[in-house]
């Protein structure tokens, strides 16, 4: 919507916090000077502002002395005084200007949960402010690590509670400011860009790395074993699913990748896990992106690693998950440097006969009645008709076309992992948690009967878990719908300890 600049100064008198910005509709706001003090332990001084809102002059004036401020309210043409209590320790916030939170941010800086932050806004009334939980983040820019603290409040402003994030740095800046009854997320320049990521897991010797792709860069962590040692290492590289996936694969916030990758590093492998094209601090763009394309994406990924003296370039392991085992098996028919395969809850038939499955098995939970469940269906499959040839999308409604007629479904419904596996001469582990139901089980034993049939091929396992969903956590129905509320944020521990035990002894063989 627009931006404000804020400026925090000390001097011997105190501190100041100034701003001024512009803010398009809905708050429609132009701010010439904001402008907050206060003394070296954060009492309330002064609050002067000069802004338009709706084209409107606005100025207000606010003397705090004691107990007591002491407001002249421009506004319209007309003029009010007005006098009120405030507590001596208030902070002054202003509605609806940001840059006096820094003096909040500054507040919960060292507050505990439970704790009453007393707050003032300017020619209206005091109102408290209860502060909830805080959790420590981590969040890389294009230039910097940075360390913030996340704090939960709740605003009891008259007539409501409000409940807000606050996110402070390591000095008690303000960062972001959240308000979701209001959509509304106030958020630093530096952490607001693409470049910007949270770091859900990090390990002491991660390293950050650029990896060259096709025209530009794919941003990634390297994590290590903790005593890594001199000797070349057997190197695994992660492969996210569908959709905007940061090297985390951090799903309705489980970092999926994050823990895998932990995981492995302890058990002695170097992993690198990347920001997929477009996404988080990876350049390239996502409008026209093919399976191909993401494919190309790990070849360079592969190159990468290969030409690295701290990998065992024998030992190169790529584990894809969901999609990302898909793009793995368009990857390891052409790349002998690849010298295993991990496919986690991986298509085992054509794109187009899954996207039917997804389909049909929303129409089965929602109880449709037949006849619209056979016309949704067969709507689908004029669909994906239409995406494959370019042609018959007469009677497709415009908005489904929109979101249909793109490069990458096209390239996803003509997916055939018969094909592909047939080129595929890597030791292969298929993975499958067995409350799927995104990619059903049955994918995983049509995975093993086309791994079975290879001529001249490495050895297949397959290993079914139970009560694991796709995102290969434990959950009761599996469900897309269930995510959201699972108790358990973690991987699998079953998961975890078959691919980590398949892995080294696949790297124990390639020695």
Excluded at 51 to 67: H, K, P, Y
Excluded at 214 to 226: D, E, K, Q, V, Y
Excluded at 312 to 326: D, K, Q, T
Excluded at 405 to 412: G, R
Aim: aromatic content about 4%; charged content about 25%; cysteine-free.
């Amino acid at each position: 919507m627009g931006s404000e600049d804020i400026t925090v100064g000390r001097s011997a008198d105190g501190w100041t916090i100034s701003s001024a910005g512009r803010i398009g509709p809905p708050l429609d706001l132009v701010t010439r000077q904001v402008l907050v003090r206060y003394t070296a332990d954060w009492k309330p001084l002064e609050l002067r502002i000069d802004a338009s809102v709706r084209n409107q002059a606005v100025t207000i004036q606010t003397v705090v002395s004691g107990l007591t401020a002491n407001t002249t309210l421009t506004q319209g043409g007309q003029t009010v005084d007005r006098t009120d209590a405030v507590p001596a320790d208030a902070v002054l916030l202003p509605n609806p200007f940001f840059g006096p939170y820094e003096a909040l941010a500054q507040r919960l800086k060292t507050a505990r949960t439970g704790d009453v932050v007393h707050a003032y806004q300017a020619g209206d009334s005091s109102f408290q402010i209860e502060v909830g939980a805080s959790s420590d983040e981590t969040i890389q820019t294009a230039s910097t690590v940075v360390r913030a603290r996340r704090t939960a409040v709740k605003m009891l402003v008259p007539g409501t509670a409000l409940d807000v994030e606050v996110w402070g740095d390591e000095a008690g800046h303000l960062l972001r400011l959240s308000v979701p009854a209001q959509d509304l997320e106030v958020v630093r320049e530096d952490l607001a860009s693409v470049a910007a990521r949270r770091v859900t897991i990090s390990r002491p010797n991660d390293e950050q790395v650029r990896v060259p792709a096709n025209g530009f860069n794919l941003a990634g962590t390297i994590s290590r074993p903790p005593a890594a040692g001199s000797r070349p290492l057997p190197a695994v590289i992660l492969v996210a699913g569908s959709g905007p996936q940061d090297r985390d694969e951090t799903v309705v916030g489980i970092p999926i990748f994050g823990q895998l990758a932990s995981s492995l590093a302890d058990a002695g492998f170097l992993v690198l896990r990347y920001d997929k094209r477009g996404v988080g601090q990876s350049g390239g763009r996502v409008e026209s992106a093919t399976m191909a394309d993401y494919a190309e994406d790990l070849r360079a990924a592969v190159k990468f690693l290969s030409d690295r003296k701290d990998v065992n370039r024998r030992s190169l392991a790529v584990v894809g998950h969901s999609e990302g085992g898909s793009v793995a098996m368009l990857v390891a028919g052409r790349e002998k440097k690849v010298t295993a395969l991990v496919l986690v809850a991986t298509v085992g038939v054509t794109g187009a006969d899954l996207n039917i499955a997804q389909v049909t098995h929303a129409l089965d939970r929602a109880k449709r009645p037949e006849a619209e469940r056979q016309t949704t269906i067969e709507l689908q499959k004029k669909i994906q008709t239409a995406v494959l040839t370019g042609k018959g999308w007469e009677g497709v409604p415009e908005p489904l076309r929109r979101r249909a007629d793109i490069p990458w479904f096209k390239s996803f419904l003509a997916l055939d992992p018969a094909k592909l596996m047939s080129g595929i001469k890597q030791p292969l582990l298929v993975v499958q948690g067995l409350l799927d139901t995104q990619v059903d089980p049955s994918n995983a034993d049509r995975l093993e009967a086309l791994a079975k049939s290879r001529r001249k091929a490495g050895a297949v396992d397959v290993v079914r878990i139970p009560g694991v969903n796709h995102l290969l956590v434990p959950a009761v129905t599996g469900e897309a719908d269930e995510y959201a509320s699972l108790k358990d944020s973690e991987v699998s521990p079953a998961v975890i300890a078959v691919v980590t035990s398949w892995l080294q002894k696949t790297a124990a063989a390639a020695r």
